[in-house]
């Protein structure tokens, strides 16, 4: 597929090259071919783009705009990612390596994020609420928090961007939008969308570049109001740091290291299958991936048996090709990350039951493959068990009790998700009300959709995306009180 994209920056309403000129080559993670060369910004462009997203917010028409005109618009980007679904899961799966399938899936739910803010746009006009004062009106209003800086993730490109640019837009902000540097191409064709919808210039901005230039620019300027971050625990802390200048509001996600508890009751080929997919799809560059399996003693062994044998079977290899079910990792760097993960594995005592290393497949040699990994004879002292580690492994440990099995699920500084299979439906609801996570899936895992909200507790982040709750990350509330019959008080 041939695909006509513009390959620049989108600042002010304009598409540009960096100032500095410098640009960053954008390769295929299953070749290392250079799939596209696009400009790399700096501290320079970011303050433009800011620039821009300030006059717009506060001189421009867009924050005042009537919310059904901007949900009318945030329809039609909706409408235009279905129109060029092809186009869009082609670019996600040569950018990211993942199954085209799995990318054309994203574009359903990427388009349905849209459609979900457009129609509660004009949902959240505010209230009027009771007064003490007689002949008074007491109301409450919602408006936009300002100039927004977003941050997303190389793992679900424009599935991430659709969680914050959507709610963003829907509430009348402004935006800077910056992506990872090593997956930007859905990123540029979106943004031509959002120009084709009619969004006014100014409004929503697009840098691209690193972290540490464009990203920490965007956290530390004093004219960008709120930060919207999704990545790894350790960035996340140092936007916490830098969006203290002006004490930002924040949203963050920050990943997880997510448990799947396993009772004997469960339907066991269910609970096969979908501990299978809590992990391995896009292999397992999921922050919700349900990498620490918790499997009740009776059923261990052939529940571990099961899982190794279907492992076995993955067919490993080109997102494009019909037959693929995993793809490769993001990058040499992460692959080496993965390595050095599943070494400490072994160092620290688990036992390998499958995969743990590369493939020998001479065709996967380009590649940044990894093959499924299983771990067992896991404790939770274990780097593997607590550290988040990004890739296609799966940590077991053993249960005999319940209240075991929820204090194994709990035993983490992340808090973002978690899974319980069971047929007892009151076990079920038990567990799902102590275990301290902001989704809890119940004999089902990964299942996202845009009216539930997402994000954690714990070091797994602030705040929540999707849902209601993520119109109101991009809300200020407002009380507004008039007196219709003032009299003077004589106090003084």
């Not at 448990?259 to 009751?265: E, Q, R, Y």
């Not at 005999?400 to 035993?411: I, M, S």
């Not at 119940?442 to 705040?463: M, V």
Request: some cysteine.
């Amino acid at each position: 597929m041939n695909v006509n994209l513009k390959l620049k920056q989108y600042i002010n309403g304009e598409w540009v090259d960096a100032n500095s000129e410098n640009t960053r080559t954008i390769i295929n993670p299953f070749n290392q071919e250079t799939i596209a060369i696009v400009p790399e910004g700096d501290e320079t462009d970011t303050k433009a783009a800011i620039a821009a997203a300030r006059e717009a917010f506060d001189h421009g028409e867009w924050p005042t705009t009537p919310a059904t005109e901007r949900g009318a618009i945030v329809r039609k980007i909706a409408e235009f990612i279905e129109r060029d679904k092809e186009e869009l899961a082609y670019l996600e799966s040569l950018d990211t390596g993942k199954t085209v399938e799995e990318s054309r899936g994203d574009m359903d739910d990427i388009a349905g994020v849209f459609r979900y803010y457009a129609e509660i746009a004009d949902k959240n006009g505010g209230e009027i609420i009771d007064s003490p004062v007689p002949n008074s009106i007491s109301k409450v209003v919602h408006e936009p928090v300002g100039v927004c800086g977003q941050i997303t993730p190389w793992n679900y490109p424009l599935l991430q961007a659709s969680w914050k640019l959507a709610p963003a837009l829907a509430t009348g902000n402004t935006l800077i939008m910056k992506p990872s540097e090593i997956t930007p191409l859905t990123h540029i064709k979106v943004f031509e969308l959002i120009e084709e919808a009619g969004v006014p210039a100014g409004v929503a901005n697009l840098v691209l570049g690193s972290g540490a230039t464009v990203g920490a620019e965007l956290s530390s300027n004093e004219d960008v109001d709120l930060i919207s971050f999704t990545g790894g625990i350790v960035t996340g802390k140092k936007i916490m740091q830098a969006a203290s200048s002006n004490v930002k509001k924040l949203a963050l996600e920050l990943g997880g290291k997510n448990p799947n508890v396993i009772f004997a009751d469960a339907d066991f080929d269910l609970a096969v299958d979908q501990a299978l997919n809590g992990v391995f799809f896009h292999a397992g560059q999921i922050c919700s991936a349900g990498t620490r399996l918790i499997v009740e003693e009776s059923i261990h062994d052939e529940f571990v048996n099961a899982l190794v044998e279907r492992v076995k079977k993955f067919k490993l290899g080109s997102g494009f090709d019909e037959d693929t079910q995993m793809g490769p990792l993001i990058s040499a760097e992460h692959l080496a990350k993965v390595e050095k993960y599943v070494e400490a594995g072994v160092e620290e005592g688990a036992t390998l039951a499958v995969g743990g290393k590369r493939p020998e497949d001479p065709e996967l040699q380009n590649g940044f493959f990894f093959l499924p990994t299983i771990f067992t004879d896991c404790t939770t002292d274990m780097t593997v068990v607590q550290e988040e580690g990004f890739g296609p492994v799966i940590t077991v440990e053993k249960f005999t009790k319940e209240e075991e099995a929820v204090k194994l699920a709990n035993d983490s500084i992340y808090g973002l998700a978690g899974g319980v299979f069971t047929n007892d439906i009151a076990k079920a609801e038990r567990c799902a009300a102590k275990m301290r996570m902001g989704t809890v899936w119940i004999n089902e895992f990964n299942l996202y959709f845009p009216h539930a909200p997402w994000g954690g507790y714990k070091q797994s982040g602030i705040g929540r995306e999707l849902g209601k709750l993520g119109i109101e990350e991009y809300t200020e509330t407002k009380h507004i009180f008039q007196n219709l019959k003032p009299e003077q008080i004589n106090w003084f």
